[in-house]
């Protein structure tokens, strides 16, 4: 087993077994796990699938997985957090990479599976694997920018893996994609930009009138469309203030409110305390 360190916002580890020996676990870290050789079975918050050489699995913080290893297998993990892309590594679009990262953290459809569904992205990974690789054991001038960007490509072409397998208008959408499901998953999708998430946008996008939409969404949630984006909205301001370095303005503009005043005003019905004491209270101890 080999451990490679990037002052621990990004660990790479290597495995080969004949048999799996740990239990069932979770970590509180992303992690791309690649299939170097070998066959078997992954199993991802219960849900088993088959695995062979070069699959990709992509497991978000609190995945609980396992492998059944029935051919020798060989394993490269790559393991980080939110910091990867935090101020403390040159990447020019943090807000964008956060976006990125809180859509894999709450997409409502990912499925324990090989993440890639074209061949190309497949191949395309893998190459951008083996760079990772190359500049992780020789360190080169500028390696950490390198590798941060590498990660960014990676994660941008599974994000658009998925996204196509969970297209509303993809035939191959699981037939247990049902309309809410939908519908949530476009305003999670959306939810930074303030007119792709209002009533009179949904109901053109889902081919229904505001009232039935709003009738609809409100028997099915318990709450009405608006409340529903107030509180994913919240959601992402409390992993924000929790995960990164944004200043509660940045934060503020980030997710489409007027400005810092707004933001905390919605923050304090749901807390019963600003972003500001949030921060320094409560994300601090987590």
Known sequence: MNRYTLHETFVVHQYSFDTWEAEPHNHNYFEIIFVEYGEGFHTINGVRFRYSENDIFLLAPEDTHHFQ???HSGFTHFKFTELLFSSKINLPDRKYWMQRIEQLLH??????????SHEEDRKIIWEIYN?????FKNEKKYYQEIISNAISTILSIIIRNISDKYNPTNKNTPINDTKIDKILSHIRQNVYDNDLTKINYMADKFNMSQSAIS???KKTTGESIHQYVTKYK???VEHRLTHTEFTIAEIAHQLGYTDESHLT?????????SPKQYRKDVAIST
């Not at 997409?107 to 890639?116: A, E, F, L």
């Open 69 to 71: 290893v029935e051919k």
């Open 107 to 116: 997409h409502p459809n990912i499925i324990p599976s090989d993440v890639i």
């Open 131 to 135: 760079l990772v690789m190359k500049e």
């Open 215 to 217: 009738l609809y969404f």
């Open 234 to 236: 919240i959601k992402l």
């Open 265 to 273: 005003k919605a923050f304090k019905k749901y807390f019963s305390m």
